[in-house]
């Protein structure tokens, strides 16, 4: 990998992260029609440079995301699933991960359903932490776990 590689990279990371399509499959896809063979160094590339974006939100939006100990609370109910399945299933992810096509067919399947669940679910908006219960953030927990699908986050 080389500079231009990285800062196509970047660009690509940035301009998907925030968006409801998968910042990780556009980058695998990327990469793949960069040439760039997956090793340990890109792998730890990848989840650096989302890690930096996503820091970013978290440092900007500090002080709204964690008032309240019922925040943390809701965060954890919500990590637990994805941790569970994460820890479970996560030789096969890492085998999904090695194929574009796979992620290909994900990223185009994941994203009907993205507008099929917008249609569906239009009516249903949830301003401030507060409104949303616990159950909520355990079923939000849940769909973290099919995010885990590379194509799909």
Do not use: W
Not at 65 to 84: D, E, H, M
Not at 118 to 125: A, C, E, M, S
């Amino acid at each position: 990998m080389n500079i231009i590689h990285v800062i196509i990279l970047a660009i690509i990371e940035g301009l998907t992260e925030f968006l409801p399509v998968s910042s990780t499959g556009h980058m695998i896809i990327a990469s793949s029609v960069m040439g760039i063979a997956s090793d340990p160094f890109i792998k730890f590339f990848t989840i650096a440079i989302q890690f930096g974006a996503i820091l970013s939100v978290v440092v900007l939006y500090f002080k709204r995301f964690f008032q309240t100990t019922r925040f943390y609370l809701k965060l954890l109910v919500a990590f637990i699933p994805a941790a569970v399945f994460g820890v479970l299933l996560s030789d096969r992810i890492d085998k999904l991960l090695e194929s574009a096509l796979t992620v290909g067919i994900t990223l185009f399947i994941g994203g009907i359903f993205l507008l099929f669940v917008d249609k569906l679910f239009k009516q249903h908006i949830i301003d401030k932490e507060e409104d949303i219960s616990f159950l909520t953030a355990l079923k939000i927990g849940f769909f973290q776990c099919i995010a885990m699908v590379p194509g799909v986050s």
